[in-house]
């Protein structure tokens, strides 16, 4: 029996479109078995150096103290053979630490300022004993003197474009960073700017006033935030203003270089840690409003000297200054806006 055209084009469409289903479905499970493959096979994931994130993309050395355990820790996918177990060897410079886990701690010697490489390599023991490698990453640190600091790490953009010189515009935007012993929580504390004309000795403390209070003024206060270890229970923070992660399209309240016609002058920006209690008092004590409109607001700083701003810090942590100079337009190229951690 013949079928006539139409049934005969019915079972064409219909073997065609089983034909997709079959096709889909089978690269479906293809990608399904390549993604559970990738998944669950053996590979170094993450490396972190005193938990600073380490990645090939990344543009400059984690820094180390000199002298200091520094630990290094990573996430793996563990082997999946009978039997199998992991090895991992960490080496630097005349050391080499084999330990069943991803986790060490290596301390790095040499001259303040230079680099040391570091190699982190993933093996796998098999029942027989042999090795075979898995992955080998290689690393680099740079070496910082031992011992607590406070400074103002870099410069940003208001929007969060970092600057790659110190001509700066008159909004910019801070990073801090600190190495400090502290007693309680990061909460505890706040990081509060001050930025002075060479040379005068009249710090002017930081304040922005807020889009929907015209009238009035807020402290321009960083909270601190935990995001290292240095080794031997030195801690390391970092602090901007508002604390917004970021990228997270909160827009941080920028500091004031200047006004607004102090072109190619030079001024000088400092970070100072204070107790979060203590930031209503200070502002009282550093600045106060002159005049207010919808268009603009002058503050008026008091005549304090940096020793006094330095003796309401908490423990005397007032940053070295870092020198800028005012200019109108800043070529800044963009780069991903982060602390290195």
Partial sequence: MKLSPRPRIAALLFMLLLLGILYVT???????????????EPAIVMVRVGGVPWYPERTRPVEVMVGLPTPLTCDTVPPTGRGETS??????????REEPRCRTELVFRGAAGSTLPVTCEYLIRSVDGSLRPVETLELEVELIPAGEFLRVRSLATPDEIPLLTLSVPQEVIPYAEGALHLPGEPEDYRVL?????????????????????????????????????????????????????PGSGVRPPPILVGNIEDVRVAFEVYAGLFLASEVEKVRDKAIRLEESTDTQSTFVAADLTLA???????????????????TLNVAAEGVPSAIER
């Fill in 26 to 40: 089978a690269h479906y499970l293809w990608k399904q078995g390549v993604v559970t493959r990738d998944v669950h």
């Fill in 308 to 326: 006094e701003v330095k003796g309401m810090t908490f423990q005397g942590w007032l940053s070295p200054p870092l020198r800028v100079v005012r």
């Fill in 87 to 96: 090895v991992f060897r960490f080496s630097t410079t005349g050391v080499v």
């Fill in 193 to 245: 700017f001050f930025v002075q004309e060479l040379g005068s000795d009249r710090p002017m403390l930081q304040v922005y006033v807020p889009r929907d209070e015209p009238g009035s003024f807020e402290v321009n206060a960083a909270p601190l935030k935990r995001y290292r270890s240095w080794g031997d229970g030195l801690e390391g923070y970092a602090a901007w203003p508002g604390g917004a992660e």
